[in-house]
């Protein structure tokens, strides 16, 4: 047999001294580490297990080989390189578990750029012994050492930097993971904060893109942080309504408009100004905060849909941009357009209420009435504020509620076209007994008193079939409520109703 064939005793003897009981106790810990570490860590940071089990694999294929060449005096090379693995595999997965527990015991949540940084003065601590005891003297060490970091220093600048920025940034403390930031002059280059780690700061847009800005540029550019030195955040929103609008008429209806809109905080409270005087008319500045930074378009767009409606009801239009514009008559059929009046007197035929009404009150109700729109979400009356108008839904659905007894409002029913709500108001003067609010964007016709008093005095024969339908309307919701709303039947509720409302209008 050729003498440069190994025997197999020989390969053998090599397997278990290689092999030996250190080695096995460091691998039989590094498994036992494993899996407490897959019992301790959430289940997202679960893979962080993998390169435990990497590590692990690698040292038993390096101690494998280490035995196959050791007739080539390269074991110790190879034996060297997988202690190491098996130790940094060790650190790393008693690393993970140590600061899991310290996170979940005393709700700690360091930053990510601490870890590593920790991390790789444990891993410098374990390699200086392991090649020490290889046979490396402390001189050669030091030296070694010096040389390797000026290489590394040298080639490794940029990385560096990052580091060091990454540790200033910290210390610093200019934002936090979770804050909404700008970083740099564009504004729409704004994004949360989602880690910091060494090499850079990952943030994500609102279109869910996420970046990552390497730490030195993030430490020499401004940064805006939306989050501090409070959690709300100014938002604006300018308008421009005609100059024949009084400011103040414009700075109430907007302010009362947006309250309550979604995202808009009551305090700080929302402020108007007059802007400036423009080729369109008067420019007007809203300023209202918000804490739901993350969805601010959403809440300055509901703020600009109640500006809309607010001044659309009030009657104000924003005037458009000027132009100068050339336009040329074709011939086309023409086709009706129905007129104001016309749209308010079909609301009012559709109207259960207006049903045997004559129809000369119809027509003085279809001239005073006025067709208002509201978005929706929007609250059109309160429970117990006194209130003058009747309202008829043309479009849209809208939601009545009621709280009885300091109890939360609860909702009555829901109402629709040819539905009407705030009867007693106008009839009786009544406060309101529920709150009304628009479920959807929708057209109410509006009835005030005036206009219900120009009808009643050329039809005043017209308060007896409103009486009744109001008390069959009222027995209906008091049966659906299950608490009655009289003791007398429908014709003495009626009577009692007719007698009130010819007092309310003084009418016989």
Not at 125 to 130: K, R
Not at 217 to 228: G, T, V
Not at 285 to 304: A, M, N, P
Not at 425 to 440: F, I, K, N
Request: hydrophobic share 45%; with cysteine; glycine share 6%.
């Amino acid at each position: 047999m050729d003498s440069n064939i190994i025997a197999a005793p020989d390969i053998a003897a090599a397997a278990s001294q290689i092999f030996s009981p250190t080695i096995l106790r460091e691998m039989g810990m590094l498994v036992f580490l494993i899996v407490a570490a897959l019992i301790v860590l959430p289940r997202p940071q679960r893979r962080l297990a993998v390169h435990p089990i990497v590590f692990l694999v690698l040292a038993a294929t390096l101690l494998g080989i280490s035995s196959l060449f050791s007739h080539l005096q390269m074991d110790g090379f190879f034996r060297l390189l997988a202690e190491f693995l098996l130790l940094t595999a060790v650190v790393r997965t008693c690393f993970l578990c140590v600061i899991t527990i310290l996170q979940r015991a005393m709700k700690w949540s360091p930053q990510r750029i601490y870890l590593d940084i920790c991390l790789v003065l444990i891993y410098g601590v374990v390699l200086v012994p392991l090649l020490s005891n290889a046979g490396l003297k402390s001189s050669d060490l030091i030296t070694g050492t010096s040389v390797l970091t000026l290489v590394l220093g040298l080639a490794l600048q940029g990385t560096l930097g990052n580091i060091f920025a990454g540790i200033a940034i910290n210390v610093h403390h200019p934002f936090a993971v979770g804050d909404w930031i700008q970083f740099n002059d564009r504004r729409d280059h704004i994004g949360k904060v989602k880690e910091i780690s060494w090499r850079g700061t990952t943030v994500v847009t609102l279109d869910s893109v996420e970046i990552v800005i390497p730490n030195t540029q993030l430490a020499e550019m401004p940064l805006a942080n939306f989050m501090r030195p409070q959690r709300h955040t100014r938002r604006s929103v300018h308008f421009v309504c005609p100059y024949s609008i009084p400011p103040g008429r414009v700075h109430s209806t907007v302010l009362n408009a947006i309250a309550g809109s979604r995202g808009v905080l009551a305090e700080p409270a929302p402020t108007i100004i007059t802007n400036a005087f423009t080729e369109r008319g008067v420019e007007y500045w809203l300023r209202f905060f918000t804490d739901q930074f993350e969805i601010r378009d959403s809440v300055d767009g509901g703020v600009r849909d109640r500006v809309w409606y607010a001044l659309q009801r009030e009657g104000i239009t924003m005037p458009p941009a000027v132009m100068n514009v050339q336009l040329q008559q074709l011939p086309t059929e023409e086709t009706p357009v129905p007129t104001r009046e016309e749209i308010h007197e079909r609301v009012l035929r559709g109207a259960s209420l207006s049903q045997g009404l004559p129809d000369k009150a119809l027509a003085i109700l279809a001239r005073e009435s006025k067709l208002r729109r509201y978005h929706a979400n929007e609250v059109i009356i309160r429970q117990y504020e006194p209130g003058r108008e009747l309202f008829i839904v043309h479009t849209g659905t809208v939601s009545v509620a009621s709280a009885r007894s300091g109890s939360a409002a609860v909702e009555i029913t829901r109402l629709g076209p040819g539905d009407y709500f705030g009867e007693m108001s106008l009839l009786l003067g009544e406060a309101r007994s529920g709150t009304v609010t628009a479920v959807t964007d929708c057209e109410l016709l509006v009835i005030d008193k005036p206009a219900l008093a120009a009808a009643l005095a050329q039809s005043p024969e017209m308060t007896d079939t409103l009486s009744r339908t109001v008390a069959a309307r009222q027995k209906e919701l008091g049966d659906r409520l299950d608490v009655g709303t009289a003791p007398e039947n429908l014709d003495e509720r009626a009577s009692s109703l007719l007698a009130k409302i010819q007092k309310y209008f003084g009418v016989s």
